[in-house]
């Protein structure tokens, strides 16, 4: 066999090996570009920028009338036992005045209302648990933290527009309420 007939004949496929070999990418191969483009801000400008709006959106971040949140500070810090004691009928009085709220179902009021109102009677009855003797204390906690758990479920019952729920929590408020005022 020789390999000039195969030369000569014209329609014949043409063969042909091709080798490929595929690199990945590393950032060793890579070029580096001699000249970065220089921006036309600086560190500065940027800095300056940032710290106007922090400023600016100060009040739209932390500014009380937005978050309408429970208030988790416990004791004021001027707030003596007489006040505590003196305040307490009243804030629970609050407390269960958002009942007309409820039967009219105007569900963002009651919650701005429950909100308010069980936040200041949080801090009386938390300086009245204090006060009390060591032996106390322990019914008076189960009781604080059954009411205030009803007014977190009560809380969000109202945010689903629930209404059997709501009632079924406002009435558990009302009796815990009732046997702590009948304690302090």
């Known amino acids: 066999m020789t390999l000039v007939p195969w030369l000569g004949q014209p329609n014949l496929p043409f063969l042909s ?12 191969l890579r070029e580096i570009p001699e000249k970065v483009p220089k921006s036309i801000f600086t560190r500065r400008i940027g800095a300056i920028a940032t710290m106007a709006n922090v400023l600016l959106a100060r009040e ?20 003596t036992l ?11 009085r609050a ?30 009855i ?33 945010r689903d527009n629930d209404a059997t729920r709501v009632q079924e929590y406002y009435e558990k408020i009302a009796i815990t309420l009732d046997d702590i005022l009948s304690r302090t």
């Not at 007489?82 to 629970?92: F, K, Y």
């Not at 209302?113 to 200041?120: N, Q, V």
């Open 126 to 158: 938390y300086t009245i648990i204090q006060s009390k003797p060591g032996s106390q204390r322990p019914q008076l906690r189960k009781l604080y933290s059954n009411l205030f758990n009803s007014v977190t479920r009560l809380d969000y019952a109202a």
């Open 60 to 79: 739209a971040v932390f500014g009380a009338k937005i978050a309408n949140g429970f208030d988790f500070k416990m004791v004021a810090p001027d707030q």
């Open 82 to 92: 007489e006040e505590a004691e003196s305040g307490i009928r009243g804030h629970a």
């Open 95 to 124: 407390l269960l005045e958002v009942k007309a709220l409820i039967e009219s179902n105007a569900w963002k009021d009651m919650q701005k209302a429950l909100r308010k109102s069980s936040s200041l009677l949080k801090q009386d």
């Open 17 to 28: 090996l091709t080798f490929t070999c595929h690199l990945k990418p590393s950032f060793l």
